[in-house]
């Protein structure tokens, strides 16, 4: 991983009076690239996408003061969980997929983080024991179209075979797993039962059956249970983001900079209010990109408002309830939203420009 220093920018920028200002780059991606779910996908955004001008808005100085910080993760052992040792980080991918390893690593924030959850983001070590292949990006239109034979719908502000596919619900995702399973003669994860309206457009399921099946029984694709979607966005780290600590500022109301966020993620203060063809930031350890930021990523599991109970492979049953967990808030997001501990959810049914999905599949021992 080569993170380029975002402070340069961060204090070119800060010496601009005023709130965040954006000037919102073109709204359609003019690229020709789309990608199949097999490939990588997708050459990069022709309109560039810069980094939004501005600096603290309404006179919020970062609480260190003055000049910010220049990011650095934090990498094992975390304090008081020296026992959990993290598998080695390597970026292992191929036709846009990556392979994880089994490993402990630790969940949650530490106390005093800013904006941390009281009850939702304690800490806790989990230990993966099923390796997983994962999606390099966001699931692109043109592999939505590949997979489900449908046009995309909506938004306009990527609209490209490149862009990630958004407007797409819980079940829309989960659906679309199984049709790729099927296609590559995997048995499918997901059984939806009671489902009206159509695919892509106003899908709605009451539930799946056997909801208490653990997704890890299944040879499928599948969506990444809360667990495993921090384990691969933490890439073996422990800060609040893969690449460093979050800046803390006394104002948190306005869209205020990162310099952790500016190289690895789209976020309020410079996606330019859309999202972002995948690729085009840093990616982590692992080689993924945009597992924070850009789309926020809906998971297999519902939302618990609680922390990680820890151990082996936990919370991997799909469950009866509506709200199911999202990972990773979106470009319009402000930055300590984009904490990689943060839990957020939706109803199952919902279809937003912010939401996408990217699947896994458990590997064979």
């Known amino acids: 991983m080569s993170l380029r220093n975002p402070l340069a920018i961060a204090l070119v920028l800060l010496v601009a009076p005023g709130g965040c200002k954006s000037t919102p780059p073109s709204t359609t991606d003019a690229s020709g690239g789309g990608g199949s779910t097999s490939g990588a996908g997708g050459s990069p955004d022709a309109t560039g996408g810069s980094v939004a001008g501005g600096g603290p808005a309404d006179g919020g100085s970062a609480a260190t003061g003055g000049a910010l910080p220049e990011p650095e993760p934090k990498l094992y052992p975390v304090p008081g969980f020296e026992a959990c040792v993290h598998a080695p980080v390597t970026e292992d991918c191929a036709d846009g997929w990556c392979k994880l390893p089994p490993s402990c690593f630790v969940m949650g924030s530490p106390e005093g983080e800013w904006h941390r959850g009281r009850d939702s983001e304690n800490q806790t070590a989990v230990t993966l024991t099923h390796g997983i292949e994962i999606q390099q990006k966001e699931l692109t239109r043109a592999q939505w179209t590949e997979v489900t034979s449908l046009d995309p719908r909506g938004p306009d502000s990527c609209t490209g ?39 892509g457009q106003d899908l709605t399921c009451t539930g799946v059956a056997d909801p208490e099946k653990s997704v890890y029984e299944c040879e499928g694709y599948r969506l990444p249970t809360r667990a495993e979607a921090e384990y691969a966005a933490r890439a073996g780290t ?7 600590d979050i800046t803390e500022y006394q104002d948190s109301a306005s869209c205020l900079i990162d310099p952790a966020l500016e190289e690895i993620a789209w976020y309020c203060f410079n996606s330019g209010n859309r999202a972002h063809i995948g690729g085009e930031l840093e990616s982590n350890g692992f080689g993924l990109y945009d597992i924070i930021g850009n789309l926020g990523e809906w998971t297999n599991e519902w939302q618990h408002g609680s922390s990680s109970p820890g151990g082996e492979d936990p919370r991997g049953l799909v469950g009866t309830s509506d709200q ?31 939401t996408g999905f990217r699947l896994v599949r458990t590997l064979p021992d």
Request: charged share 15%.
């Open 238 to 244: 422990w800060s609040t983001f893969y690449s460093g």
């Open 324 to 354: 199911r967990l999202r990972f990773s808030p979106q470009f319009n997001s402000k930055s300590y939203l984009l904490s990689t501990a943060a839990l957020l959810s939706d109803p199952w049914d919902v279809r937003s420009p912010t």
């Open 161 to 199: 075979p490149a862009c990630p596919v958004s407007m797409v619900s819980w079940w829309d995702a989960v659906h679309a797993a199984n049709l790729l399973s099927e296609q590559r003669s995997l048995d499918p994860c997901y059984e939806p039962v009671g489902c009206t309206g159509e695919l």
